[in-house]
DNA sequence: GCAGGTTTGTGTAACGTTACAATGGCATGG
DNA sequence: CCATGCCATTGTAACGTTACACAAACCTGC
């Protein structure tokens, strides 16, 4: 970093940045920093249309650019919203769920001119995600991942935080009105497979899971186990997929299935089904005739697979949207009495099932 | 906003967020903010372990978090790095090419400490996006979407920020050096699939690409056309689907089909083509007997189609990843050589072509 | 008991912006 | 020609932090 000799001797450091600062287009237009301050904002009741040409000239001459930070500063308000996402597995990141999730929040908070931050961390390491650590955010989301107790000391955390947040996919209650929980209702999810593979009269079931600890894979196995409570006689087995990695995934899935071939077998998530068909193709197994197979969070993948996939579909991007209504809702000073919105899933019936 | 009396009568805005300040910690623990200040930063040499004990419970009990803004603003830097996409589809967002890229840059940059605003904006309010009006990130990168001539002006527009920046997929020769180009090489991609089909035998293709104007599909076009310049008499028509969307998609290739059946479709991405076989399918076609079908960006679709499908396998996390290298380098003063980074791909032969 | 050093802590002036009060100029009207 | 009001513009004091210079306290060794 460059160091300047100031009149007294002393060294101070300069700007790394070459940034242009309101002192300079105000002196270069002959104008005082309020003036020049008052053109940048569009108050134009307040100059002359005559000396705004002339600032508005410097302006674009000197490419002149508001510093964010300092007006973040004064005005104690960032116009920034940040997600942590407590994995760091580009696969769990690029998964569509969270991608859509990312894109309908990034979406809404652009249209009202907010900015996000998007951080993905270790479960372990999650408080010290420097979106956490540090106060730059007027408001945050999460999605936790990892063991309970983790979850829970993380969810005790952003109670603490005293802004607004909200939590996705997550079981918590919370005990503090700055967090708001949104999730879309997995459970029912699980057991509306359940009672379609009842009707299917399906009597033994592989419930496939990847090796992340998410509320949201609990949920779906536990709304499953629900649906088929009262029926006696059905047994349900939890195999975890050692990576959320295709191959890994349909290695287990043949290891298993060359033990013994269940009724059905349900996924977790759409990739992980995919894998399960292509595992079953090998075996030779006919699907739904030998073994029916279901998936969860149904984008695209089944239309791609054959038999279409049977699968719940998510309204991911539409829970991004509302996090990021809420969370702006409760910036500008409003009370929002809910807090827990649980979005509907629905059934997609593919030919797999 | 709340307001409060001044001694002096004034009435003034008070902070809309209960932020604590280094001020109120100093307070408590009976030190100097100074003293405060060290301890937070970890300048453990400056404060004698006894001193460092208080102010760490005073931070503790108050909860204390760093204001960003105010850091940033001291030390003329913000740790921090924008990705603007011109584009607002949530097709588009969460397509699996840009959402690994975003997650190698976002790995990347969190373990350097480094955060990242993502913001999607349509092309025509490219220069209107917030992350560039504002100067909040040292540096950034961009997508550029649109016609040749918007992207060719988002492009100077770039060029005249004076700050590290990436631009993604694009083919234009920067004048700048703060500019550097990261893509996949999607021309060589479309080149080697031309290749693959003439091995093939084809004669007429027909290449499916979506409506939004991307470089990226340009150049895939272009390479396969190039491919295909020796050998006369091969016909390769392009058709623009009216949406990324599956039935969008399906809908007007089965148009096409029905006038004419084409030796081979080339679809400009993966989920184009997975629309795509399912047309053919449609039309009671086998894959590749009838028609051979390729597709672009082979992350996970190409393990679900049946047949799989051929493509162009894509290194975006590395992108990503390489990106974030790149700007940081250069933010830390390193003078980076290399302008233009083009990463290989690799052709993955499916069963579809 | 005091020069010389080290260890620990503090005071101050920025960083670039904005809210607000205050200024000067220029009409209008009595 | 002076009050009055309005318009356009400016000066100033924060916002919360950090670099730097400096001060105070406490050791040495002679």
């Not at 300069?14 to 237009?29: E, F, G, K, P």
């Not at 939590?167 to 057991?191: K, Y």
């Not at 990847?210 to 186990?225: D, F, N, S, Y």
Request: aromatic residues 6%; positive net charge; proline residues 4%.
């Amino acid at each position: 970093m460059r160091r300047m000799k100031l009149q007294n001797g002393r060294t101070r450091r300069t700007r790394r940045s070459n940034s242009v600062t309101l002192a300079q287009v105000s002196r270069d237009a002959g104008v005082s920093i309020m003036t020049v301050s008052n053109v940048v904002r569009g108050r134009t009741e307040l100059v002359k249309l005559e000396t705004r040409r002339r600032v508005e000239e410097s302006i674009a001459r000197l490419n002149y650019r508001p510093n964010l930070s300092a007006r973040n500063l004064r005005l104690a308000e960032n116009r920034s919203v940040g997600i942590v996402i407590a994995d760091t597995d580009p696969a769990f990141l690029s998964d569509p769920f969270i991608s859509r999730l990312v894109s309908g929040l990034s979406n809404y908070l652009s249209g009202v001119d907010y900015t996000l931050d998007v951080q993905g961390v270790s479960p372990e390491r999650f408080e010290s995600a420097t979106i956490l650590t540090k106060a730059g955010n007027d408001a945050l989301c999460a999605i936790l991942c990892g063991s309970k107790e983790l979850r829970k000391s993380h969810f005790e955390y952003l109670q603490k935080l005293g802004q607004p947040v909200v939590v996705f996919q997550e079981m918590f209650q919370p005990h503090s009105d700055n967090i708001v929980m949104v999730h879309q209702d997995d459970f029912a999810g699980g057991a509306a497979l359940g009672r379609l593979l009842l009707e299917r009269n399906v009597r033994s079931i592989l419930f496939v899971r990847p090796m992340l600890e998410w509320c949201a894979v609990e949920q779906r196995e536990r709304g499953l186990r629900s649906a088929l409570r009262h029926t006696k006689h059905i047994d349900v087995k939890a195999v975890l997929a050692p990576s959320e990695g295709f191959d890994d995934v349909e290695r287990i899935t043949r290891e298993h299935l060359s033990r013994r071939v269940p009724d059905a077998i349900v996924a977790a998530t759409d990739s992980l089904a995919g894998a399960v068909l292509s595992a079953c193709e090998a075996h030779g197994l006919r699907v739904p005739a030998d073994v029916a197979v279901t998936g969860f969070n149904g984008f695209d993948v089944w239309r791609y697979t054959r038999p279409s996939l049977t699968t719940v579909m998510s309204p991911a991007y539409e829970m991004g949207r509302h996090a990021g209504e809420i969370l702006v809702q409760r910036l500008g000073g409003k009370k929002v009495v809910r807090l827990n919105s649980i979005f509907p899933v629905g059934l997609h019936k593919g030919d797999s099932a």
